[in-house]
């Protein structure tokens, strides 16, 4: 009987898999179990450790054979036999010397890194087949498929969450940290996690994805960098991440040799999949992948990038990650991506790949502003381009890196142009800013319509952050560049904004004169997007004169097209005013309460961070009104904060003069001086 050998290092976490490991080997419906993986994930350690304590249960014995310097299949069989103790017969098959000697014995057989070896899992199907008490726990960076085969996905250690960390002592239980801590202090005893140092810690955790593999090459780092210098050294983890223990297996000593060993078991096809999909930063639709990959070469059809998805999906070279009922992603762990990142450079393929895929994105933002703007699939777009927000700012990477190289900046206007709702409705207006702000410093030579488009997102957004002499530069350079080309829409669209410039800066004749011409527009072309915008700014600008009626005429008129259109952010932006008006007026004090929580559950379904924060506001002066001081404190420093997020200065402006007057409801004249002369 094989004698176990003793690891040199305790197993850090995997308590849940190592049960569920042992219940299913416990299983008589179980008899061939493969824990698959990715490179580096623990495979081996977290096997090892599962059939420690197993010979009670097999009464013949439990084996392990090592595979890790077996790239012949043909070898397999010899060194199952080698291990078992069987010997080897000029005139008979190892396959049937292995069945004889197997099947009237009761032991469970460990197969440690099968994935080199693969094409002979024929040959386990057979021992299985003919040896009823045999059992099979194998561990792969791929599935085998075979009838009898139970998968058993190995997934990296929990990383901590850095923006919510816990208290030393239950950030130190974390298993990423504790496998961390752990290695650490056997190259440097003193080692310890601190008030100063947990936050680098669990970053480190984090770019390393919890694999064991790369924390334990990290914390070897530990006698010579401090966490800090090491953080700042995994940008590039491949070449930090070296100088394993001289006791594993080649393959094991560098986080780069563990990655190729996966890499060069791949067909050529799959590699080339493999580096064009490290593209993706932090994953992709599916839909995505096939249609980056389907645009880089013409035998790249949807069904063979499909069936190499599922194949990588297959090898632990990229994950899936989304609800049952959705769109699936394929997800890279990042030390991987940067692995394939770096073979899509030695290929030369990087430029041709990042094109393709900064293409696709155009395409997608495109089609998901006219979706924005209908409303009919808000709700499906506007989660589609928060999780694609990483691959959008790679392409915008790319479109300004063009730009600068001397190339035509049209894509990266038109990105620009197409991203505004999107920048809008998430509150991601300094970024929208600073990309168009460098996109139209390069504009020269690109077709007029992007220039334009390019221009009114850039004046847009300008103006929600009370820049207003940049949004009326902005906005008169694009109306004068809107008319020239014929473009009514895009008129009506600059109209609108040096309207809503002109009503903050108080000449307010001057404002309802644009915006009624922007509405006039609206109306010539039947845009009933622009049209519910430019009756609610009117609305507003009504409202703001104590003009109740006419806006409410006007907000009633902008609410119903809002309905038709199905479009619930521009419903909230109506009903918001309405409730506003009627707190003004105080028409009926005791619904408006309710009404304003019933928009906030509309803002919120779209994620609308200009109009949450108006929620609060108003909220805030509800509630202060009715004399629920502390209320109304927590409604304006929820909308101050939120403000402050967007940048929005004249929100700023509004929830810092509610505290104020909070401050002076409780009598505490000084904050209450302060806060309005900080608004």
Same mark, same amino acid.
């Given at each position: 009987?094989?004698?176990?050998?003793?690891? !040199?290092?305790?197993?850090?976490?995997?308590?849940?898999?190592?049960?569920a490991?042992? =219940?299913?080997?416990?299983?008589?419906?179980?008899r061939?179990?493969?824990?698959i +993986?990715?490179?580096?994930?623990?495979k081996?350690? %977290?096997?090892?450790q599962?059939?420690?304590?197993?010979?009670?249960? &097999?009464?013949?014995?439990?084996?392990?054979?090592?595979?890790?310097?077996?790239?012949?299949?043909?070898?397999?069989?010899?060194?199952?036999?080698?291990? #078992?103790?069987?010997r080897?017969?000029?005139?008979?098959?190892?396959?049937?010397?292995?069945?004889?000697?197997l099947?009237?014995r009761?032991?469970?057989?460990?197969?440690? *890194?099968?994935?080199?070896?693969?094409?002979?899992?024929?040959?386990?199907?057979?021992l299985?087949?003919?040896?009823?008490?045999?059992?099979?726990?194998?561990?792969?960076?791929?599935?085998?498929?075979?009838?009898?085969?139970?998968?058993?996905?190995?997934?990296?250690?929990?990383?901590?969450? !850095?923006s919510? %960390?816990?208290?030393?002592?239950?950030? $130190?239980?974390?298993?990423?940290?504790?496998?961390?801590?752990?290695?650490?202090?056997?190259?440097?005893?003193?080692?310890?996690?601190?008030?100063?140092?947990?936050?680098?810690?669990? =970053?480190?955790?984090?770019?390393?994805?919890?694999?064991?593999?790369?924390?334990?090459?990290?914390a070897?780092?530990?006698?010579?960098?401090?966490?800090?210098a090491?953080?700042?050294?995994?940008?590039?983890?491949?070449?930090?991440?070296?100088?394993?223990?001289?006791?594993?297996?080649?393959?094991? =000593?560098?986080? /780069?040799?563990?990655?190729?060993?996966?890499?060069?078991?791949?067909?050529?096809?799959e590699?080339? #999949? &493999?580096?064009?999909?490290?593209i &993706?930063?932090?994953?992709?639709?599916l839909?995505?992948?096939?249609?980056?990959?389907?645009?880089?070469?013409?035998?790249?059809?949807?069904?063979?990038?499909?069936? +190499?998805?599922?194949?990588l #999906?297959?090898k632990?070279?990229?994950?899936?990650?989304?609800?049952?009922?959705?769109?699936?992603?394929c997800?890279?762990?990042e030390?991987?991506?940067?692995?394939?990142?770096?073979c899509?450079?030695?290929?030369?393929?990087?430029e041709?790949?990042?094109?393709?895929?900064?293409?696709?994105?155009?395409?997608?933002?495109?089609?998901?502003?006219?979706?924005?703007?209908?409303?009919?699939? =808000?709700?499906?777009?506007?989660?589609?381009l @928060?999780?694609?927000?990483?691959?959008?700012?790679?392409?915008?990477r790319?479109?300004?890196?063009?730009?600068?190289?001397?190339?035509?900046?049209?894509?990266?206007?038109?990105?620009?142009?197409?991203?505004? !709702?999107?920048?809008?409705?998430?509150?991601?207006?300094?970024?929208?800013?600073?990309?168009? /702000?460098?996109?139209?410093?390069?504009?020269?030579?690109?077709?007029?319509?992007?220039?334009?488009?390019?221009?009114?997102?850039?004046?847009?957004?300008? &103006?929600?952050?009370?820049?207003?002499?940049?949004?009326?530069?902005l906005? +008169?350079?694009?109306?004068?560049?809107?008319r020239?080309?014929?473009?009514?829409?895009?008129?009506?669209?600059?109209?609108?904004?040096?309207?809503?410039?002109a009503? *903050?800066? +108080?000449?307010?004749?001057?404002?309802?004169?644009?915006?009624?011409?922007?509405?006039?527009?609206?109306?010539?072309?039947?845009?009933?997007?622009?049209?519910?915008?430019?009756?609610?700014?009117?609305?507003w600008?009504l409202?703001?004169q104590?003009?109740?009626?006419?806006?409410?005429?006007?907000?009633?008129?902008?609410?119903a #097209?809002?309905?038709?259109?199905?479009?619930?952010?521009?419903?909230?932006?109506?009903?918001?005013?309405?409730?506003?008006?009627?707190?003004?007026?105080?028409?009926?004090?005791?619904t408006?309460?309710?009404?304003?929580?019933?928009?906030?559950?509309?803002?919120?379904?779209?994620?609308?961070?200009?109009?949450?924060?108006?929620?609060?506001?108003? $909220?805030?002066?509800?509630?202060?009104?009715?004399?629920?001081?502390?209320?109304?404190?927590?409604?304006f420093?929820?909308?101050v904060?939120?403000? @402050?997020?967007?940048?929005h200065?004249?929100g700023l402006?509004?929830?810092?003069?509610?505290?104020? /007057?909070?401050?002076?409801?409780?009598?505490?004249?000084?904050?209450?001086? *302060?806060?309005?002369?900080? $608004?």
């Open positions: 009987m094989q004698e176990l050998r003793i690891e !040199p290092t305790p197993l850090i976490g995997r308590e849940r898999e190592l049960v490991i042992r =219940q299913m080997l416990h299983r008589e419906d179980v061939l179990l493969t824990l +993986g990715p490179a580096g994930v623990g081996t350690r %977290l096997a090892m599962a059939v420690q304590e197993q010979h009670e249960f &097999f009464a013949d014995g439990v084996f392990v054979i090592l595979l890790a310097q077996i790239n012949d299949s043909e070898q397999v069989l010899p060194a199952l036999a080698h291990t #078992l103790g069987i080897e017969v000029a005139d008979r098959p190892m396959l049937e010397r292995l069945v004889e000697g099947k009237e009761h032991v469970l057989l460990l197969l440690d *890194n099968f994935e080199q070896v693969v094409s002979a899992a024929f040959y386990l199907a057979e299985l087949a003919r040896c009823s008490r045999l059992k099979l726990l194998v561990t792969s960076r791929e599935a085998f498929h075979l009838r009898a085969e139970h998968e058993f996905a190995v997934a990296p250690l929990e990383i901590p969450n !850095p919510q %960390l816990p208290d030393l002592t239950t950030l $130190s239980r974390n298993e990423s940290v504790a496998l961390f801590l752990e290695r650490a202090q056997a190259v440097k005893a003193d080692f310890l996690l601190t008030p100063a140092n947990a936050a680098v810690v669990a =970053q480190i955790c984090v770019r390393l994805d919890g694999l064991p593999l790369a924390l334990e090459l990290a070897a780092r530990i006698k010579l960098l401090p966490p800090r090491l953080l700042a050294r995994l940008s590039q983890r491949l070449q930090v991440l070296t100088g394993g223990a001289r006791d594993l297996p080649p393959h094991q =000593q560098t986080l /780069r040799a563990t990655l190729a060993w996966s890499y060069n078991l791949l067909s050529a096809r590699k080339r #999949l &493999f580096r064009w999909l490290s &993706f930063d932090r994953g992709c639709a839909e995505a992948a096939e249609a980056v990959c389907t645009a880089l070469v013409s035998d790249a059809s949807g069904a063979p990038v499909l069936e +190499g998805i599922a194949s #999906l297959d632990s070279l990229l994950q899936r990650a989304s609800a049952d009922d959705e769109e699936p992603r997800v890279m762990l030390t991987v991506r940067d692995y394939g990142l770096e899509l450079a030695a290929c030369g393929e990087m041709a790949v990042r094109q393709a895929h900064a293409y696709y994105y155009l395409l997608l933002a495109e089609q998901a502003e006219q979706e924005l703007a209908s409303g009919v699939q =808000q709700d499906m777009y506007l989660a589609r @928060k999780w694609e927000h990483d691959n959008l700012r790679a392409a915008m790319y479109m300004l890196e063009q730009a600068e190289a001397g190339r035509s900046s049209e894509m990266a206007l038109r990105l620009g142009g197409a991203l505004l !709702p999107f920048w809008m409705m998430q509150g991601y207006w300094s970024e929208g800013r600073a990309f168009l /702000r460098q996109a139209l410093t390069m504009r020269e030579g690109a077709a007029v319509s992007a220039q334009a488009k390019a221009l009114a997102a850039a004046g847009k957004l300008a &103006f929600q952050q009370g820049d207003y002499d940049q949004a009326e530069k906005a +008169g350079e694009n109306l004068g560049l809107f020239e080309i014929g473009d009514t829409r895009g008129s009506a669209l600059a109209l609108e904004i040096l309207g809503m410039v009503w *903050n800066r +108080g000449n307010l004749s001057s404002a309802q004169a644009l915006l009624q011409e922007a509405l006039a527009l609206y109306k010539q072309t039947n845009d009933k997007e622009g049209m519910v915008n430019s009756l609610f700014a009117l609305a600008l409202r703001s104590g003009e109740y009626n006419r806006a409410r005429v006007l907000c009633e008129e902008s609410l #097209l809002s309905g038709d259109l199905g479009d619930t952010r521009r419903v909230a932006d109506a009903q918001l005013l309405m409730a506003q008006m009627l707190f003004d007026t105080q028409a009926a004090p005791t408006v309460r309710s009404q304003v929580e019933d928009v906030l559950v509309l803002y919120r379904q779209v994620e609308d961070k200009e109009g949450i924060a108006a929620c609060f506001h108003l $909220s805030g002066q509800i509630t202060l009104l009715q004399g629920e001081t502390e209320e109304a404190r927590s409604w420093e929820q909308s904060a939120l403000h @402050k997020e967007l940048g200065q004249a402006a509004w929830a810092v003069s509610g505290l104020a /007057r909070v401050a002076l409801a409780q009598s505490d004249y000084v904050a209450a001086r *302060n806060r309005y002369e900080e $608004s």
